[in-house]
């Protein structure tokens, strides 16, 4: 029900209708804003990078994440199947669990109950299996809605690191052609492959980008030198070179694992999807309908008009201000016009009003 002038007015069905707006923002994430960016004084900690208590994950703040104007940006965490579970490994259980959980939650389980495993190429039924995942959930404040589709680029340094002379051997991973090849069989909705490369090869996936959720999985063999190489086994115990962020799976904690991924991130860059679903109320003025004011001086005790210039004169009104009203007289929302509207016998008007939810 809409109020403007003097007295309501009902709505019908031809006078509301509904509208979908789909917005997107490009939202760059420099490498260089996750390592030796905040540190402090001694260089021994940087400000921006939180670890959990119980080594579960990393996250990385657009600024020292104690203070008020810091940004959450994306969390990291690590993880692997029980069938490469070994007790010399540190952190065992917690990157199991870790990996049992994200495949619960986005992959689901089968017909037996199982968890599904990360499939490189997104056919679940057969293919290899990304069996050393990092996992990098990024925040609703940068993902809103949902990734946009093929518009997702990483940049990782596989031959050094970000700091000294400058990058070296960087690899670019795309999810290409997604907005005509992506999967729907998660449990969480649409997600596409990742691709090293300049396009989409048979084989070539090397992880995994879940649209709505906010979160991609990458195989931790992009940085073993056989890019998009495939490992079915850990390094042997005695790899000791934590160049190599494979051997970290293994040979370090969580938190230290992400250590290592960020300092060889170059780049991130994707573009979001806001949904704007808005209703629109046609609030429609007849000739003969609300031509006086509200204001109590435009009549008299009788209810006749005493604000006219001439007897002659036809009545007359500015609408300023709609009111919409709940079916038991109940004020819900107040739209206001960009200026006075002249409203007489002589014309009509229709003003929409837009409630975006």
Same mark, same amino acid.
């Given at each position: 029900m809409s109020k403007f002038a003097k007295g309501f007015k009902d709505f019908t069905s031809d006078d509301i209708t509904t509208i979908r707006d789909v917005l997107h923002e490009a939202i760059p994430i420099t490498g260089s804003i996750c390592w030796d960016t905040y540190v402090n004084g001694a260089k021994t900690i940087e400000e921006n990078i939180y670890n959990s208590p119980r080594d579960l994950y990393q996250s990385v703040y657009d600024y020292p994440y104690l203070s008020s104007s810091a940004n959450h940006i994306f969390d990291i965490t690590i993880g692997y199947p029980a069938a490469l579970s070994h007790s010399a490994n540190t952190g065992n259980s917690r990157k199991i669990n870790t990996y049992n959980q994200m495949a619960q939650v986005l992959m689901g389980t089968?017909? $037996?109950?199982?968890?599904?495993?990360?499939?490189?190429?997104? &056919?679940?039924?057969?293919? +290899?299996?990304? $069996?050393?995942?990092?996992?990098?959930?990024?925040?609703? %404040? %940068?993902?809103?809605?949902?990734?946009?589709?093929?518009?997702?680029?990483?940049?990782v340094?596989?031959?050094?690191?970000?700091?000294?002379?400058?990058?070296?051997?960087?690899l670019t991973i795309q999810d290409? @052609?997604?907005?005509? @090849?992506?999967? $729907?069989?998660?449990?969480?909705? +649409?997600?596409?492959?990742?691709?090293?490369?300049?396009?989409?090869?048979?084989?070539?996936?090397?992880?995994?980008?879940?649209?709505?959720?906010?979160?991609?999985?990458?195989?931790?063999?992009?940085?073993?030198?056989? +890019?998009?190489?495939?490992? *079915?086994?850990?390094? $042997?115990?005695?790899?000791? *070179?934590?160049? @190599?962020?494979?051997?970290?799976?293994?040979?370090?904690?969580?938190?230290?694992?992400?250590?290592?991924?960020?300092?060889?991130?170059? &780049?991130?860059?994707? @573009? &979001?999807?806001?949904d704007i679903n808005s209703t629109v109320y046609f609030c429609r003025?007849?000739?003969? +309908?609300?031509?006086?004011?509200?204001? *109590?001086?435009?009549?008299?005790?009788?209810g006749k008009i005493v604000?006219?210039?001439?007897?002659?004169? %036809?009545?007359k009104a500015y609408v300023t201000t709609i009111g919409l009203y709940s079916a038991d007289n109940e004020l819900l929302a107040v739209a206001k016009t960009s200026q006075a509207l002249e409203k007489s016998p002589k014309n009509e008007i229709v003003i929409q009003v837009r409630l975006d939810t």
């Open positions: 089968d017909i $037996t109950g199982s968890v599904i495993n990360f499939d490189r190429d997104g &056919n679940l039924d057969s293919g +290899e299996k990304i $069996t050393q995942a990092y996992f990098i959930n990024f925040s609703r %404040l %940068l993902a809103k809605d949902e990734i946009k589709k093929q518009s997702f680029t990483l940049q340094l596989t031959g050094g690191v970000g700091t000294g002379s400058g990058p070296t051997d960087i290409h @052609n997604a907005k005509n @090849n992506y999967r $729907t069989n998660s449990a969480v909705g +649409e997600y596409g492959i990742l691709y090293t490369g300049s396009a989409a090869a048979a084989g070539s996936g090397v992880g995994l980008l879940f649209y709505q959720a906010g979160i991609a999985v990458l195989s931790a063999s992009v940085f073993d030198g056989n +890019e998009p190489g495939y490992l *079915s086994t850990f390094p $042997t115990a005695s790899s000791t *070179s934590y160049n @190599n962020v494979h051997s970290m799976f293994t040979g370090s904690s969580i938190s230290g694992s992400g250590d290592a991924f960020r300092n060889r991130l170059y &780049n991130i860059s994707f @573009n &979001n999807t806001i003025l007849n000739h003969g +309908e609300f031509n006086c004011s509200s204001n *109590s001086s435009y009549t008299d005790a009788d604000v006219k210039d001439l007897p002659s004169q %036809l009545p």
